[in-house]
């Protein structure tokens, strides 16, 4: 039986790995979320937790982008649905936070690498822009393979008793 501690770390440790969410706003923009890769801060995890924002590199000119802004104009707060499911299909989760924006310079350099380089023309790329979701609350689901429960439904067993330990409604 998997703990709500043991998946909340499955999750980070998988979203480190494979970097990939889609993101958008929870609500407006009809729900349009759009794939954006993951930066996380080496230094703030501890025992498989993460106690940081999770940063995407962007543009100035990218539709998020400029939402977010509008709303944190307005003080309205922006608020982030993310969705996240891992390489070998064993995590997904439903992320939910805060969002804002930055194109602070100490914070860039602190995340750039390669693979942010190959997008811009540089660390000074006048259009360069981070958006920082601080995740508040998740709803995670873990090994939950479609297949293993097809198998257990035709030789008629309930997937349903192995399956409830493996989601967790977590806060991040």
């Known amino acids: 039986m998997a703990t709500d501690a043991e998946i909340r770390s499955k999750f980070w440790k998988s979203l480190k790995s494979d970097m990939t969410m889609f993101l958008g706003l929870a609500e407006g923009e009809d729900g349009h979320a759009r794939p954006m890769t993951a930066q ?22 990218n539709n998020l982008y400029q939402q977010i802004q509008q709303q944190e104009l307005a003080a309205t707060g922006p608020r982030a649905m993310a969705h996240f499911v891992s390489k070998g299909h064993d995590v997904w989760a439903t992320v939910h936070g805060s969002l804002s924006t930055t194109r602070d310079r100490a914070t860039i350099d602190r995340l750039w690498n390669r693979f942010v380089a190959a997008w811009y023309e540089g660390k000074d790329d006048p259009k360069i822009a981070l958006i920082r979701l601080d995740a508040e609350d998740a709803e995670i689901w873990i090994d939950a393979s479609s297949v293993i ?3 257990k439904m035709l030789i008629g067993i309930d997937p349903k008793e192995d399956y409830k330990d493996k989601v967790a409604e977590v806060r991040l």
């Open 40 to 61: 996380l801060e080496d230094e703030l995890f501890n025992d498989g937790e993460y106690r940081g924002p999770v940063w995407f590199f962007t543009s100035t000119d």
């Open 149 to 151: 429960a097809g198998i």
